[in-house]
Each structure stands twice: as structure tokens, then as C-alpha cells.
């Protein structure tokens, strides 16, 4: 377990973990889903499933899901039964060797079923980019490979999804004047000068609680054999959070055909601590384009 704490003032500094190894070793309902997420925020909590059907009961927050069983048809993938990681396989902290080195990654390694492996490396973006501070976004690398036709969805912590308006109304779309709502891109709806920097596929919660997003860094393979992530905001079931009666989960979804080959599926995840006109969070949500896998990180993956 890696724990991060923003080097931003309060309110906006977030204090998390990152975890790989961590399951329940008895029987009990969620284990999975409750106790071996990827990362546990003191801002958000986390969601805990409500049924069995669908991502909007399944509450995938700060974990991979898996599907195998898209309805006919489904463009958007809405597969009836999710799976995430329950047991690892393999699980251990990675450090940058060499004189004062300082890089630190979780690796972990599960089944999902008998022909999918996943392997998932959880990478702290240490030092400032490109307008964010350090422990404002983390890196999730997956290498997956699969005997069967998947759906994926990476999801981003969860977050409150009421308008800070009226707690009976919930967030659609952005609302200007008070700052706060759901943005989902694609480079097609990149537009004008910052196309470059906006040029993403990503998708981002605000609300009175904080801002939490997650955006495709990169994919592969990249040809015409895989099609390109989309993004999506998941509004979870009522009550699924442990803090809040209504949430929402950020997320990037990928669909995925059974080959030999592994695919590689990288992410950037941002998340802010509650919510002010001085939080820069616009400057530090426009760094995710321009995060990259740390080169010592990088060089052992390609061995």
C-alpha cells in the first residue's frame, strides 16, 4: 500500500491509498468489490454493489471491471454481470533501483476467468505537471489478455452527484455559474487552441465535495483490430456510496476482442478535496494528455 497526501493546501489536498495486494480471506458478501479496490480515498469513501445487474448496481469505483456478456446490440457494452479483482495472484511493491532513486509502483495480478489475465500496475505521479501538484493524479497500467470478448470499465473514485443547489436535483451536464457538473470528451469534441492540451478521451465529476476524473493516456494495439476507448459517467443505484446517497463514477471503457497478444491499457486518475474558486482544478485536470509512464517504469515493462 502506497499513501499519497497532496502537497496542495486545504481544502483541495487529497489524502488516499493506493493498494494491490489486499483481500478478504473469508467468505462475506462484496468482499471483492469492498476490500480490494485499487485505492481508497478520505474524501470519497467508496461504493459497495446494490444488485447483480448491470455497471449502475455493480458501482465499479477505483477498480477494473469486466464483462463478458453485453446484451446483443449494446453499443455502450452494458454487460449484465461485472467482475473485478477478488484475489491476487501475484502481488508486490516495485521500486526504481539506482543511487537516490525515488520511484515506487504496486503491481498485482489476477483471473477474471480461466483464459483472462490481468495485470495491473498502480503508479504515484510524483512532482508537478503541466499546472497540477503532486499526488493529483495516479497512473493505472493493465496489461490484459483475453480467450473472449470483453468490456471494460476503469473507473475513477466516486464522487457526490447532487447539485450544490438542491440536494434533490443531480448533476447533468455543466452548470457555469455555480462550477460544478459532468464533462465527458472525445477528441472529435476537441475544438479551438487547446485542442492539443483537450485533445483526450476523459470524464470528469465537480461537485460540492470535490472533482474527480480519470482520462485515457494511451491504448494499444492502436490499429484498426481495436477500437478506441469511449468515455462514460456512471450514475450508480441510491445509497451505493458509504458517504453519499447519490454518486457518480468516472470512467473508461474499452472493448476488447479474444486474442494471443496481451493489450495495454493505460489511465491517468485525478481527484481534488472539496471545492473552491482557488483550486486551479482546470489547469491541473488539462495536465492528464501529458502524463507518461515513468521511463524506469516503462524500461522493466518492455523486458
Known amino acids: 500500500m502506497i499513501l499519497i497526501h497532496s502537497s496542495r493546501p486545504s481544502p483541495s489536498a487529497h489524502t488516499y491509498a493506493l493498494a494491490s495486494g489486499q483481500h478478504a480471506n473469508f467468505v462475506m458478501r462484496h468482499a471483492a468489490e469492498k476490500y480490494s479496490k485499487f485505492a481508497y480515498s478520505a474524501t470519497f469513501g467508496f461504493c459497495v454493489p446494490t444488485g447483480a445487474y448491470g455497471l449502475q448496481q455493480a458501482s465499479p469505483d477505483s477498480t477494473l471491471a469486466l464483462s463478458d456478456d453485453a446484451e446483443s446490440g449494446n453499443e455502450n457494452g452494458n454487460g449484465n454481470h461485472w467482475r473485478v479483482r477478488r484475489v491476487p495472484l501475484d502481488a508486490k511493491i516495485i521500486r526504481e533501483e539506482g543511487e537516490g532513486a525515488k520511484g515506487v509502483a504496486l503491481y498485482a495480478r489476477w483471473d477474471a476467468w480461466k ?4 495485470q495491473t500496475w498502480l503508479v504515484p505521479v510524483t512532482g508537478e505537471v503541466d499546472g497540477s501538484k503532486e499526488g493529483d493524479w495516479h497512473i493505472r497500467i493493465h496489461r490484459i489478455t483475453t480467450g473472449r470478448e470483453l468490456w471494460t470499465s476503469d473507473g475513477g473514485f466516486s464522487v457526490r452527484a447532487q447539485s450544490s443547489v438542491g440536494s434533490h436535483r443531480r448533476l447533468n451536464g455543466w452548470d457555469e455559474d455555480n462550477d460544478e457538473g459532468l464533462e465527458v470528451r472525445t477528441p472529435e469534441e476537441s475544438t ?3 485542442a492539443a492540451k483537450e485533445a483526450t478521451i476523459s470524464a470528469l ?7 474527480t476524473g480519470i482520462a485515457s493516456i494511451s491504448w494499444s494495439p492502436s490499429d484498426a483490430s481495436t477500437p478506441p476507448p469511449s468515455a462514460q459517467v456512471i450514475h450508480t443505484a441510491p445509497n451505493s456510496s458509504i458517504m453519499f446517497s447519490h454518486s457518480a463514477i468516472p470512467a473508461i471503457r474499452h472493448h476488447l476482442a479474444p486474442r494471443e497478444e496481451p493489450y495495454w491499457l493505460v489511465s491517468g486518475v485525478f481527484a481534488l478535496s472539496g471545492k473552491s474558486k482557488e483550486d486551479g482544478w482546470r489547469e491541473a485536470w488539462k495536465a492528464g494528455p501529458n502524463l507518461v509512464v515513468p521511463e524506469w517504469l516503462a524500461s522493466a515493462l518492455s523486458k
Do not use: E, F, L
Open 115 to 118: 483464459d483472462v489475465d490481468v
Open 205 to 211: 465529476i465537480r461537485s460540492s465535495v470535490g472533482t
Open 192 to 194: 479551438g487552441d487547446d
